[in-house]
């Protein structure tokens, strides 16, 4: 099993900046890719930024240039640089992480509890 927490969520005014971590912990286990989700009242969860182990980035269109996603594969730990936030960037941001876990020698997605970022318009 993996555990993933997130932090760094908050009310920030529009134009300002966050910077949200996740760390994965658990047993054993081998992280390939860790990302940041998100999802606001009456929306459908959406892809924020991935990355890869290896450090391959993927981010949505309406956040690239503004948003930055970055790993620590050490200490299992990915993070994400929110600038110039918007209004619309207002989201229950989780983070997900696939991993292969030994325990049930299965590779599979994992997610955090979430943590709230809020903008001001």
């Known amino acids: 099993q993996v555990q993933l927490v997130e932090s760094g969520g908050g009310l920030v005014q529009a134009g300002g900046s966050l910077r949200l971590s996740c760390v994965a912990s658990?047993?054993?286990?081998?992280?390939?890719?860790m990302g940041w989700y998100r999802q606001a009242p009456g929306k459908q969860r959406e892809l924020v930024a991935t990355?890869?182990?290896?450090?391959?980035?993927n981010y949505a269109d309406s956040v690239k240039g503004r948003f930055t996603i970055s790993r620590d594969n050490a200490k299992n730990t990915v993070y994400l640089q929110m600038n110039s936030l918007k209004p619309e960037d207002t989201a229950l941001y989780s983070c997900?992480?696939?991993?292969?876990?030994?325990?049930?020698?299965?590779?599979?997605?994992?997610w955090g509890q979430g943590t709230q970022v809020t903008v001001s318009s």
């Open positions: 990355i890869t182990t290896r450090g391959s980035t």
């Open positions: 997900n992480c696939n991993a292969y876990d030994y325990d049930s020698q299965i590779t599979k997605n994992y």
């Open positions: 658990g047993s054993f286990f081998r992280i390939y890719a």
